[in-house]
């Protein structure tokens, strides 16, 4: 027999099949490329979901912060102090401290609540202002807040920094809610400040003259005393007296003159020295001063006796000093002994210095451990307190070192004055010349210094200059509406594709022609929905079959399977799958298996349908239902289920063959037909029969009786004499066989068949399952498995535009009743296909 759907033109059925639609074998594994172009047209298909859920966040999220108050920022930026100007303590070269500390001021600035009052107690005398234009909601006195809380709200609203590493700058920056509040907060804290520099300049200025005013009055009087104490002595002795002892004391002169040099200059330090003693001192209570009135929280500081220690070192340091001076001046150098008590005497001195070193840092470490300290995380506060920590302590330890200075020239002044005694019989009158030109060289000195504090006092010097006021800012800093709705924007596209691709993901229901290609599998026809009405009127009821029109139970109509009418757009689907197969497939093609992934997908429907399709092209048809799970082929034919296959392959009976043939001859359909030409007048002409319409058989073999285990049944040795048995008679056999992913029959029985047709419903079939099953074919050696869309949605069809029939001529009108569409499909069928339509497109 020659095997069924040679090609013409004497081309191979590979070659066509190759070029027409590639197997398997020939798919190349996806590229990037293909994924990327997936998720672009994901992307188009819900683009309609990812707009409106990104304008949606956007929207919420320009309303949200759109409803926020604004806060505006202003800054002010000055240097602490001008650097063609100098200082008070630098010209006077009193109260030096080692340069303005920009941490400290900075830590002032931020801490200080006393200062902070200040600045609240001036911008509510701004807010009270009735002649003021400016608004200030919040820091009036009609309020009712009080200073404290003005000052803690001020506080949090002004950040002060440093403003650059190289310059002693500082910027203010503060925060409002309107420009104007910003810029008032800013420079208001300048102002302040500079006030508050001015008077503790002042304030400085008045207590280092009238310090110097004291220390000139101390040695006025004192030189007075000395002028008194010269003239007395005078005249007790009486001239001649006077003339006498000079003569004899003449050849003491020499080393007399040179003695009183010594004990003048001795004394011309000490003097120096205690003045800078005073000073330390004076210095050292502003320092404990400012500290407290920075902090008034601050406890005192605790005693230590590290601080007494650190003093007996620093003097047991200056009298080593001064014994090794000693040595090398009154001893050879050069000598064995002497160096050697030089070298253990620097090695002392190298210890005591190292201990006085540690001493300062333990001295230090415990002023911290005693002092109450909080910072709120800024590096400035803490530097703030430890800096003003250890200027207390420098000061303290150069006050030891000057005293211990001072002991020293008092101990040499005594020294040289008993040398002095030694000389002659009296000399109190060089004693007191020498004394008085002492007193009058610290006179003119502090005299001098005097000048200076008076003009520096009259003149009062800047210490800070600004560089920029603040000035308004209309632009808030925060919200920043335009940035947040970006940021919203760009979020919400995130998240809605990421929506879409996880809804992709989790409902990878089969809906488009696409979707079966994208599993790797060439597409072979989509069948669209077509309702009961459209099946063929007047085939024989069974006892055991329902209607083919469906019957009603409980309200609802349940689809039975059936023979469509051969003029509609579905009827025209099958010829298109079945001319696909006939053309696009190797010549050697005789056995068809029709399953599905799962049951309700169409297949039984799909071999009823095709069965005619196939012998209206001329080809003797064979259709077996070998789905002994629930066998319901027979009933698109009105057929009975038995005898059947299972008394054939079971019991060993004769196969029973019905012929359907003319079950859609059209002489069933020229009684519709009220007026214009039959079926029967076209093919007159010819001298044919109506029956040679359709010249192909077409055969049906029913499932039998009933048995308990069909699995067993269908064995592959079976199922191959089955076929031996058909297909000399019959140029095509397709097979039904239950659901692929239910039960293992369809793939036994795709052992002896050619060709494997996977049915997929849309709306209906996993993709997972889909591929599922088509892998497995391929597993077993089902190298042709090919696919076909069933009940795709009609309005998607790409077959005709005309409806859901087709006539030509006369013959509309009878056609008319079966141009309704498909079936109403349910409640929540018709919703999940539009949040499908709606995420996916």
């Not at 200073?147 to 310059?167: C, H, K, M, W, Y």
């Not at 001493?359 to 709120?376: C, F, G, I, K, N």
């Not at 859609?664 to 076209?682: I, L």
Request: charged share 30%.
């Amino acid at each position: 027999m020659k095997p069924y759907g040679m090609p013409p033109n004497n081309t191979s059925g590979a070659e066509r099949s190759d070029s027409l639609y590639p197997m398997q074998s020939s798919t190349k594994p996806r590229q990037a490329s293909d994924q990327i172009f997936r998720f672009v047209r994901l992307a188009w298909r819900g683009k309609w979901v990812i707009l409106g859920l990104t304008m949606l966040v956007a929207v919420s999220t320009y309303a949200y912060y759109g409803r926020l108050d604004k806060v505006y920022r202003s800054s002010a930026v000055f240097l602490l102090r001008q650097e063609n100007a100098k200082t008070l303590s630098e010209e006077i070269n009193l109260m030096a401290e080692d340069g303005q500390d920009v941490e400290r001021e900075i830590y002032y600035l931020n801490e200080s609540d006393v200062f902070l009052r200040h600045v609240a107690e001036r911008i509510r005398d701004q807010a009270d202002d009735p002649d003021s234009s400016l608004v200030l909601s919040g820091w009036s006195t009609s309020g009712g807040t009080s200073l404290a809380e003005l000052a803690s709200r001020l506080r949090s609203r002004i950040r002060v920094t440093q403003g650059s590493r190289d310059v002693e700058s500082i910027r203010v920056v503060a925060t409002g809610g309107s420009p104007d509040e910003a810029v008032v907060l800013a420079n208001t804290l300048v102002e302040t400040y500079f006030d508050h520099l001015q008077r503790t300049q002042s304030a400085r200025a008045r207590a280092t003259r009238q310090f110097l005013e004291q220390q000139r009055g101390e040695l006025e009087r004192e030189l007075q005393l000395v002028e008194d104490s010269l003239s007395e002595h005078i005249r007790e002795r009486g001239p001649e007296k006077l003339a006498t002892e000079t003569e004899e004391s003449s050849a003491f002169m020499g080393n007399m003159s040179r003695i009183s040099e010594e004990i003048s200059s001795l004394e011309e330090q000490r003097g120096e020295l205690e003045l800078k003693i005073n000073m330390e001192q004076a210095l050292l209570d502003s320092a404990r001063s400012r500290y407290k009135r920075l902090r008034p929280d601050v406890a005192d500081r605790a005693a230590s006796t590290t601080s007494s220690e650190l003093e007996q070192t620093q003097e047991a340091i200056l009298n080593l000093r001064n014994r090794l001076e000693m040595v090398e001046e009154n001893n050879d150098a050069q000598s064995a002994t002497v160096q050697k008590h030089l070298r253990e005497g620097r090695t002392r001195l190298a210890n005591l210095e190292a201990k006085a070193k540690r001493l300062a840092d333990r001295y230090v470490r415990e002023s911290l451990e005693t002092d109450v300290v909080e910072s709120s995380g800024e590096g400035g506060e803490l530097t703030g307190m430890v800096d003003l920590q250890r200027q207390i302590m420098t000061r303290e330890t150069r006050l030891s070192q000057l005293r211990a200075r001072t002991s020293k020239l008092e101990g040499k002044i005594a020294e040289r004055k008993r040398t002095l005694s030694s000389l002659g019989p009296d000399r109190t009158l060089t004693r007191l010349e020498r004394r008085k030109e002492t007193l009058q060289e610290l006179f003119l000195t502090l005299s001098k210094s005097l000048q200076k504090a008076q003009v520096a006092e009259n003149s009062s010097p800047e210490q800070a200059q600004v560089i920029r006021w603040a000035s308004p800012v209309l632009q808030p800093i925060r919200p920043d509406v335009s940035r947040n709705v970006g940021l919203a924007l760009c979020l919400g596209l995130i998240l809605s594709f990421g929506l879409v691709l996880v809804y992709d993901k989790i409902d990878d229901v089969i809906e488009r022609p696409e979707d079966v290609e994208r599993s790797d599998e060439k597409l072979f026809g989509t069948v669209p929905e077509w309702d009961s009405d459209f099946i063929i009127q007047g085939v024989a009821e069974v006892e055991d079959a329902p209607s083919l029109n469906g019957a009603r139970s409980n309200g609802r109509h349940k689809k039975r399977p059936g023979i469509v009418s051969p003029y509609c757009v579905a009827s025209e689907a099958y010829r298109h799958v079945a001319t696909n197969i006939r053309l696009g497939l190797p010549s050697s093609v005789q056995t068809i298996v029709v399953t599905s992934p799962g049951p309700g997908d169409g297949k039984t429907t799909m071999t009823a349908n095709l069965g005619p399709a196939f012998s209206e092209a001329g080809c003797r048809t064979l259709l077996i239902d070998l789905d002994l799970r629930k066998p319901s082929l027979h009933r698109a034919f009105g057929e009975n289920v038995k005898p059947g296959v299972t008394d054939f392959l079971g019991r060993g009976r004769e196969l029973e063959i019905t012929d359907v043939t003319g079950l859609r001859d059209p002489g069933t359909w020229n009684e519709m037909s009220e007026e214009g030409p039959s079926v029967d007048d076209f093919s007159a002409g010819d001298g044919a029969s109506t029956g040679d319409a359709y010249p192909g058989r077409l055969g049906l073999v029913t499932a039998g009786n009933t048995v308990p285990q069909p699995g067993l049944l269908l064995h592959e040795q079976r199922i191959r004499k089955l076929v031996d048995r058909v297909e000399n008679d019959w140029d095509l056999v397709i097979i039904d066989t239950p659901p692929a992913r239910l039960f293992d029959d369809a793939h036994r029985i795709s052992n002896s068949a050619d060709v494997v047709l996977l049915v997929a419903s849309a709306d209906q079939t996993s993709a997972r399952a889909f591929s599922d099953v088509k892998d497995r074919f391929h597993t077993l050696g089902s190298d042709v498995v090919v696919g076909v869309l069933n009940r795709y949605s009609a309005s998607a069809s790409p077959f005709y535009g005309y409806g859901q029939t087709y006539a030509y001529g006369g013959q509309s009108a009878a056609y008319s009743a079966y141009g309704r569409g498909p079936e109403t499909p349910p409640v929540t069928a018709r919703l999940r296909r539009r949040l499908r339509t709606l995420i996916k497109g």
